[in-house]
């Protein structure tokens, strides 16, 4: 999977990483298969509101961002992840990126108002009721992960070095 190479590391990409960490390379996985991750975890919600069947109690705990129509935008964006894979271009995984840190930051000022240990103990045995508040609480985790790997894949693409060597 990760075969990937993304040439030297130079421009706004080397002031972020340590060269004794990776040697003057990022090893990357293909753009096609970050994109295929990337839909696949925002598919993942469909675990948390059950196929959109409890998609409210998601919706309740953050009305703004997590609307069913909002629910049904966090599927449309991993179409769009599939897309940039095959696209590659520098522009794209930038707006991926872009997109994450708005969650992300969605992520951390729901955190600042809302005692996520507490809304998951106050659903102690209904599982299902356990899920929206785990939903809440984990997100922003993966939208960080994957807007770190878009930035850096914007890079690559922009250096013309996203191609699997060899190709």
Not at 137 to 156: K, N, R, S
Request: proline letters at 4%; hydrophobic letters at 50%; a neutral charge.
């Amino acid at each position: 999977i990760f075969k990937n190479y993304c040439g030297p590391i130079s421009g706004s990409v080397r002031r972020f990483v340590d060269d004794s960490v990776v040697q003057h390379r990022i090893v990357m996985v293909s753009p096609r298969t970050l994109g295929l991750f990337a839909a696949a975890y925002n598919c993942s919600l469909l675990i948390f509101n059950l196929g959109f069947t409890k998609s409210a109690p998601i919706a309740a705990l953050d009305p703004n961002m997590f609307s069913p129509f909002g629910q049904v935008m966090v599927l449309v964006w991993g179409v769009l992840y599939v897309a940039a894979g095959k696209a590659d271009h520098s522009a794209i995984w930038s707006a991926c990126a872009f997109e994450k840190l708005v969650y992300v930051c969605g992520w951390v000022w729901w955190h600042s108002s809302h005692n996520a240990v507490e809304l998951i103990q106050a659903q102690e045995g209904d599982v299902v009721g356990m899920l929206a508040p785990m939903f809440h609480t984990m997100y922003g985790g993966g939208d960080f992960l994957f807007m770190i790997l878009f930035y850096v894949q914007a890079g690559c693409a922009s250096n013309g070095n996203a191609k699997v060597k060899g190709q």
